[in-house]
């Protein structure tokens, strides 16, 4: 028996959270989980357009944890002791960011992106990362003031993004001095 698509039940308006309890779908709520989805299928666009296994595999990692960080902040009240989302998150964000800026040189300036394609699309999710914190922390404004790990995470995440643009570039420029000689 084939599976009905969709439940109709959002068809006023509104949508459910983890636990019990329906929300506006204008609610803030909804803006930072759609932001998060938005930013997880960029990050998707990124891995198929780029060939590094080890870049891959880390964005499916943050692509993981983006989704249990939509878990953790659309967990109604009654649900809210319930943890998707841990500091483990944060502390591997920030292993991996020391692991990838060792060997990479800043800039002196602004990036403009277009060096690839490729870098060009995770400078895309990168500000749309900076979007999702906005969107957070606006959340965060009223609600769980005890779980300053996520705010961190969001902050820290940008930074990642911001590495992986410059590993890209690096990557771009390293193929054109090859196609030249």
Do not use: C, W
């Not at 995440?157 to 911001?162: D, M, R, V, Y």
């Not at 992986?164 to 054109?176: A, F, K, P, T, V």
């Amino acid at each position: 028996m084939k599976a009905k698509l969709y439940t109709g039940l959002g068809d006023g308006g509104k949508t459910g959270v983890i636990g019990s309890g329906r929300y506006s779908k204008a609610h803030r709520l909804f803006e930072a989980l759609g932001s998060i989805e938005e930013l997880s299928a960029l990050l998707g666009i990124v891995k198929a357009s780029i060939s590094p296994a080890a870049e891959k595999e880390l964005l499916t990692s943050v692509q993981r944890s983006l989704y249990r960080l939509m878990a953790q902040l659309s967990a109604s009240q009654s649900r809210s002791s319930v943890v998707y989302f841990t500091m483990d998150e944060l502390t591997l964000l920030e292993t991996d960011i020391e692991n990838l800026s060792k060997d990479i040189e800043m800039p002196g300036g602004f990036i403009i992106p277009g060096d690839s394609i490729p870098s060009a699309q995770m400078d895309l999710a990168r500000a749309v990362s900076r979007r999702v914190e906005r969107r957070v922390v606006e959340l965060f404004a009223k609600n769980r003031p005890d779980q300053a790990h996520i705010l961190a995470y969001v902050n820290r995440l940008s930074t990642l993004l911001f590495i992986l643009e410059l590993r890209l570039i690096q990557q771009s420029e390293s193929q054109r001095i090859t196609m030249a000689k």
